[in-house]
């Protein structure tokens, strides 16, 4: 089957770095996306790797490993506004989005 | 990022009414649309996938006859909550994609409550 896991909470202190984990098995790879979703609201795009290696975008980078099935979303410089669930969703042979059940991300002053 | 319309953004509707969401690409054209519900702390659950001009395909357990889905154009598709019922009650997440292997952009969500 197709399996997609990420902690379900994490906290982290205003200022500080978080790295949130995410380990795939899907029948198929093309592509890992991050997304942010705040409360009551619907996810926002982040970012996208389809090659191994890490993108930087600001203060969000991520990593992707396929050969380890494996793939981090890196937050610098937290601020609390960075409070909120980020998913992790990889596109698989069929090109269907496989979501994972998201981490919540808890950040304290 | 391109933008996706999705509304109403909340309605309550009566238990045996039915309900009809719309989302709407509004700068590109999307191949394929997405329809997730979403229960309280739960990940993305999908309902159903479009692709415009034919019949919607339907995840194991959603029924079909219930979550009506039309993909009528590029730009827009729409979810019917038919007879709604209580237990309905989620927040339906739109999503669509121009091509695949592109990021899939998302609707602001609506919340439904059924009364």
């Known amino acids: 089957g197709q399996n997609i896991d990420q902690p379900t909470e994490m906290t982290a202190t205003e200022g500080a770095i978080v790295q949130i984990n995410c380990t795939y098995q899907?029948?198929?790879?093309?592509?890992l996306f991050w997304y942010q979703q705040h409360a009551g609201e619907a996810p926002t795009f982040l970012s996208y790797?389809?090659l191994d290696g890490l993108e930087e975008k600001g203060r969000f980078s991520s990593f992707l490993s396929r050969s380890k099935g494996y793939s981090y979303l890196l937050l610098k410089e937290l601020q609390m506004k960075d409070s909120a669930s980020y998913l992790c969703?990889?596109?698989?042979?069929?090109?269907?989005?496989?979501w994972g059940a998201g981490t919540k991300l808890i950040i304290k002053p | 990022g391109a933008v996706v319309s999705q509304h109403p953004s909340r309605v309550i509707c009566k238990s045996g009414t039915s309900v009809k969401i719309e989302c709407r690409s509004l700068?590109?054209?999307?191949?394929?649309m997405f329809w997730y519900r979403q229960f309280p702390k739960k990940s993305l659950m999908l309902m159903a996938t479009?692709?415009?001009?034919?019949?919607?395909?339907?995840e194991q357990g959603v029924e079909k006859d219930k979550f009506l889905i039309n993909h009528a154009s590029l730009t827009l598709s729409t979810l019917t909550v038919t007879s709604a019922h209580p237990e309905d009650s989620s927040f339906y997440i739109c999503?669509?994609?121009?091509?695949?292997?592109?990021?899939?952009?998302f609707g602001q969500g609506t919340r439904l409550t059924v009364v």
């Open positions: 999503s669509a994609r121009a091509f695949s292997g592109t990021e899939a952009f």
């Open positions: 700068d590109f054209q999307a191949t394929t």
């Open positions: 479009s692709n415009e001009g034919s019949k919607a395909t339907y």
């Open positions: 899907t029948s198929g790879f093309n592509g």
């Open positions: 790797n389809v």
């Open positions: 969703a990889v596109l698989d042979s069929n090109y269907q989005l496989i």
